[in-house]
């Protein structure tokens, strides 16, 4: 819990007959962190790569087939199960999974396929009809035969629609002021108006480029009909009320063909997706003429769990080396770089955002996750104390991450991570006996913030000062504790945030704490603590023995000791700036309770009639604003005063190739 699963290195060289076979062990027991070839420090272009590429991009296209298949019979894909099988009922091959797949689909498209099609022709067709009968309304106001209107020999007309502002139709009346014409204006669509224009055929081009100027834009009007306009409107509404029966039938069939192939669909889905997520990582593996390496990381602890499977393969055609545990030292400098597998128990495992979202912690660092739940729990209780917000945190938090809704399940770790800060603020806002802002209502167990004293807002502020002191400790004793792991004895002792610093920190401290009076020697441990740090290259080289020119070694020492006598000033000014930090945990928790009275003296003197909304929407506006900046300002506190202190990042997660 407190430092990273031991890995090892494992090594896997088959015969491709029975690639298969290895491929389906290697995914089903999902323990396996794929490595790329061009990683390993031995290729040196002796493994050929697997051209994979084609594979993928047919299991791709199948993909795409298959889930518009389920998008056309209405079946929502973004929130369905990735596995519609047991993880033993899936075939591991991408090869033969890929082609024995697409023959199936190739079947049940042949059978669904010229409905969905017979469908959107229909469609085609109805949208057609209902454009044609809305462009004919708009001539029928006018009381115009079709047929007469399309068999003009001396008159021109034009059907179209202008710009709905008035200048643009005064302008076109201007310019065909002179020009014996009929303008009719039709029915305003948005931000456009129908018109129709009349002419002889004579002045069809100064009709035309007037209507140019007026930004006039031409409406097609139907010529496969005869009749009057009525007649004609008539015969298309009885055509659009047919095609959408026709269509009501052939969805029907598509609801039973639904019911028939949507568990075959889905299982070949899953299928397709996991056979995907192999071929991918078969682009890693190296190959020779006859055979395929594959190489990756395995927990140590479950390296004879997939010795044990591959053993009951052919022994002649797959052969498995392991190494030893790799440890933390090892780490730093091994070639391909170690993953961090973190194994958290449950009630930990809504905080691990918070430390995946700063960075990967690498495989020699030590596990922060315990450390972080429980000081952003204290910091969130503490700036946010209140009972009746954090029940509402509490509870919105709890139902969100049990809620059976497919669209929550992503978010479900991110609510309990909210019901866990709802769990502080109401544990700490039985020490204030504050419940929605109100004083008096509950009993504190500690003090009332409404009613303090001087010295009791003294008080609470000191106490984020003294968590800042805890917090900051820690931090450092998580960065000795690391160096140590790494074998890191320079960094341990003498580094920035080492064994000397602390002291003399914790040296401070006391001295401040006990009120003890000045005096040189005093000031002279201090220093003698941090000349350390100062002296740390020469002092490393000193012990390491380090064979160096000496006329090298001045010059190096030199600049050392400049650059070390800034890192001094630069480790006080460090640790008193991050401990003054730490304020803002109690000045937050004043800055509520206040903001809360404020709230409250708006409505004060009201009816209960009037003040009861004012009342929630303040407190609803509360929950979301300062629960926001509380949660930022305690990332805040973790990410730039905690973490910097020991954080080593720029790991790689692990992930195994598995069924998900």
Not at 87 to 100: G, L, M, N, R, T
Not at 392 to 413: E, N, T
Not at 649 to 657: Q, R, S
Request: proline fraction near 4%; include cysteine.
């Amino acid at each position: 819990m407190f430092t990273p699963e031991k890995m090892s290195f494992v090594n896997i060289s088959t015969l491709d007959s029975n690639l298969t076979q290895v491929l389906d062990c290697v995914t089903k027991l999902g323990i396996m962190h794929i490595v790329d070839k061009k990683d390993l420090p031995i290729n040196d272009g002796l493994l050929k790569d697997v051209d994979i590429q084609p594979l993928k991009d047919k299991l791709s296209e199948i993909n795409v087939r298959i889930n518009n298949l389920l998008s056309e019979m209405g079946i929502d894909t973004k929130y369905l199960p990735t596995l519609s099988k047991s993880q033993s009922e899936i075939e591991i091959d991408p090869f033969q999974v890929a082609s024995k797949v697409e023959n199936e689909l190739t079947e049940i498209e042949s059978e669904i396929n010229p409905i969905i099609q017979r469908i959107a022709q229909l469609q085609s067709e109805m949208n057609k009809l209902e454009k044609d009968s809305k462009q004919l309304h708009s001539l029928e106001v006018h009381g115009i035969n079709l047929e007469d209107l399309l068999n003009m020999r001396f008159l021109y007309f034009a059907f179209g629609d202008i710009p709905v502002e008035f200048e643009h139709f005064r302008r076109l009346i201007d310019s065909l002021e002179r020009i014996p014409c009929v303008v009719l204006q039709g029915e305003t669509v948005g931000n456009r108006q129908q018109i129709l224009v009349f002419s002889l055929m004579t002045d069809k081009d100064i009709i035309v480029n007037a209507l140019e100027g007026a930004y006039f834009s031409k409406i097609d009007i139907p010529q496969d009909y005869q009749g009057s306009i009525p007649e004609i409107l008539d015969k298309i509404e009885y055509e659009i009320w047919s095609k959408r029966e026709d269509i009501a039938e052939l969805r029907g069939e598509i609801q039973n063909l639904r019911r028939t192939w949507r568990k075959r669909l889905l299982e070949l889905r899953t299928e397709i997706i996991v056979n995907q997520n192999v071929a991918e990582s078969m682009e890693r593996f190296g190959k020779t003429e006859r055979s395929y390496f594959i190489c990756g990381w395995v927990p140590y602890k479950e390296v004879g769990k997939l010795k044990k499977e591959l053993e009951k393969m052919d022994s002649h055609s797959v052969l498995m080396n392991a190494t030893e545990a790799i440890t933390a030292q090892e780490s730093e400098h091994y070639r391909p770089k170690v993953p961090t597998k973190f194994v958290h128990p449950f009630f930990l495992r809504p905080f691990t955002g918070l430390i995946t979202t700063f960075d990967i912690p690498r495989y020699s660092a030590i596990d922060p996750t315990v450390f972080v739940s429980l000081s952003f729990m204290a910091m969130f209780g503490i700036m946010f104390a209140d009972v009746g917000h954090g029940s509402v945190l509490f509870l919105i938090g709890l139902l969100a991450s049990v809620y059976p809704l497919p669209q929550l399940k992503p978010l479900r770790r991110m609510f309990a991570f909210l019901s866990c800060c709802g769990a502080a603020s109401i544990i700490t806002g039985l020490l204030f006996g504050n419940l929605f802002g109100k004083e008096g209502i509950l009993t504190p167990l500690w003090f009332s913030l409404e009613h303090m004293e001087p010295t009791q807002v003294n008080r609470m502020l000191s106490v984020g000062v003294y968590f800042g002191i805890g917090m900051i400790s820690l931090g450092v004793l998580l960065s000795i504790a690391q160096h140590f792991r790494s074998r890191n004895l320079k960094e341990a002792f003498f580094g920035q945030w080492g064994v000397s610093s602390i002291i003399a920190y914790w040296l401070i401290i006391y001295l401040y704490i006990s009120k003890s009076q000045f005096s040189w020697d005093k000031v002279l441990i201090i220093v003698l603590l941090l000349l350390p740090i100062m002296f740390k290259q020469p002092i490393s080289k000193l012990i390491s023995k380090d064979k160096q020119s000496h006329h090298g070694q001045e010059e190096e020492h030199g600049e050392s000791l400049i650059e070390s006598g800034f890192q001094i000033y630069e480790v006080a000014l460090a640790y008193l700036a991050n401990t003054l930090s730490y304020i803002r945990v109690a000045a937050f928790d004043l800055s509520h309770a206040g903001l809360m009275m404020a709230a409250y003296s708006l409505t004060k003197g009201q009816s209960l009639f009037l003040s009861l909304p004012s009342d929630i929407a303040s407190n609803i506006f509360v929950i979301m604003l300062e629960g926001l900046i509380v949660g930022i300002q305690c990332m805040r506190l973790e990410y730039y005063e905690f973490f910097s202190k020991f954080f080593a990042g720029e790991g790689i997660e692990y992930k195994p190739l598995k069924i998900t």
